[in-house]
């Protein structure tokens, strides 16, 4: 299974900033997925970032909102871009395993919109 | 499209009872299916998968699903529950071939002593 880090592992944030989420995987991967887990729900797909191409954005979700970058094939950023109360959420960075059967995912980010 | 149900968002059993977490899956094509789960203030862990090979799937932590597709169903079982299974449970679905997951709604479990 892949190693994925993410920081930071939470942060409380004012409304209107932005903040920017790091995901670092111990291995090579072509795909990369970023996940929104609102309080007490589940997870929804916000965008698959692929290296050397834009980020697909679910329905619901746009770049200027989260913006998504992937210099590498070990490494995405998703920004949160002016965030809102509403944004607060758990972030969670995702990769296919081998095979592209199940995923693995990250720690997740806590954030809280204050 | 892929959808999944789980019945309850909300389940408690005794410690040592029989634990059955409940999963209903909509899909067109064959899917692949899994469980993870999520301790308090972690991220997801896979605790089984089932991708076309044998029906009964066992996993990590003692537990075990059934893929039984005239029920559509991917019910997780643990014959003796322990205080360290109390956590969100998610069933997951995802199309072979498909790069996406769809998660079911979560399944609270709590264990009573």
């Known amino acids: 299974s892949a190693v994925i880090s993410q920081k930071p592992s939470r942060d409380i944030c004012q409304r209107g900033t932005s903040l920017t989420i790091q995901c670092q995987v111990d291995?090579?991967?072509?795909?990369m997925f970023w996940y929104r887990q609102q309080p007490g729900q589940s997870l929804t797909l916000i965008a698959t970032?692929?290296?050397?191409?834009?980020?697909?954005?679910e329905s619901g979700f746009v770049i200027d909102k989260f913006p998504i970058s992937r210099p590498n094939l070990t490494f995405s950023t998703l920004t949160v871009s002016n965030m809102s109360p509403e944004d607060s959420s758990i972030y969670l960075c995702?990769?296919?395993?081998?095979?592209?059967?199940?995923?693995?995912f990250g720690q997740g980010t806590r954030l809280t919109v204050v | 499209a892929q959808s999944v149900t789980q019945l309850g968002s909300h389940v408690s059993v005794s410690e040592g009872a029989l634990v059955l977490l409940r999963c209903n899956y909509s899909?067109?094509?064959?899917?692949?299916l899994f469980w993870y789960v999520q301790y308090p203030n972690q991220g997801l862990q896979l605790l089984l998968k089932y991708t076309s090979a044998a029906t009964l799937v066992k996993g990590i932590n003692g537990f075990e699903a059934e893929f039984k597709k005239s029920e559509t169903s991917f019910h997780l079982t643990k014959p003796s529950a322990h205080m360290s299974d109390a956590a969100e449970y998610f069933c997951?679905?995802?199309?072979?071939?498909?790069?996406?997951?769809?998660f079911g709604q979560g399944t609270r479990l709590t264990i009573n002593p």
């Open positions: 899909s067109s094509v064959p899917p692949y």
């Open positions: 291995s090579q991967v072509t795909m």
């Open positions: 997951a679905v995802k199309a072979q071939g498909a790069q996406k997951l769809v």
């Open positions: 995702s990769v296919p395993g081998r095979g592209n059967t199940e995923a693995f």
């Open positions: 970032a692929n290296q050397g191409s834009e980020a697909t954005y």
